[in-house]
């Protein structure tokens, strides 16, 4: 079995990549301006299936990379004077992320009603073991408490083997404060 692990660097940072999956976030004046308990996000059946579609295509994907034994970390394809200085850069302490996009037939998915944010990361975490990192990565119900004050509520709703559903609530504040 193939596990592909993301690390957590600084706080702002280590949000993005310790997600492992896209989110599809959706935004109103009226839910910001709203006072209390947020209503929960209820997607309509086209974003759902675009993004459903965007999962699968995506996972075909990665098996498709590792069936050919590509690079585990993206950082290794990089051309040699790129990739030493992206390792240089990790012993800094620094995190390295880049943007990724799954492709239908050479072409964006749409997402009518959404937005897909796919995201992958690298962190050097000196001394640390898999078991570590896996342990605080998959402690979902404490990242309130590993990624405040970004992470506001965390909790895990489900969970089935390596796959999770959970609930983490956002926050971040410059002019105004948003919560997502």
Request: charged share 30%.
């Amino acid at each position: 079995m193939v596990r592909q692990v993301k690390g957590r660097g600084d706080k702002r940072l280590g949000i993005a990549a310790t997600l492992l999956t896209a989110m599809v976030l959706q935004l109103t004046a009226a839910d910001l301006a709203r006072a209390g308990e947020p209503e929960p996000v209820k997607l309509k059946s086209q974003t759902r299936e675009a993004f459903d579609r965007y999962v699968k295509l995506t996972e075909a994907r990665n098996e498709e990379e590792l069936k050919r034994g590509t690079n585990l970390l993206w950082i290794d394809g990089l051309p040699p004077e790129q990739r030493a200085e992206a390792y240089a850069a990790l012993k800094r302490g620094e995190v390295k992320m880049q943007k990724l996009e799954s492709l239908e037939n050479g072409k964006p998915i749409s997402c009518p009603g959404g937005i897909i944010h796919h995201w992958t990361g690298v962190v050097f975490i000196p001394g640390a073991t898999l078991d570590d990192v896996l342990g605080m990565l998959e402690d979902y119900d404490k990242h309130s408490v590993y990624y405040a004050p970004d992470v506001e509520r965390s909790k895990i709703e489900s969970r089935a083997g390596d796959h999770f559903r959970v609930f983490l609530r956002f926050r971040r504040h410059k002019v105004i404060t948003v919560v997502l």
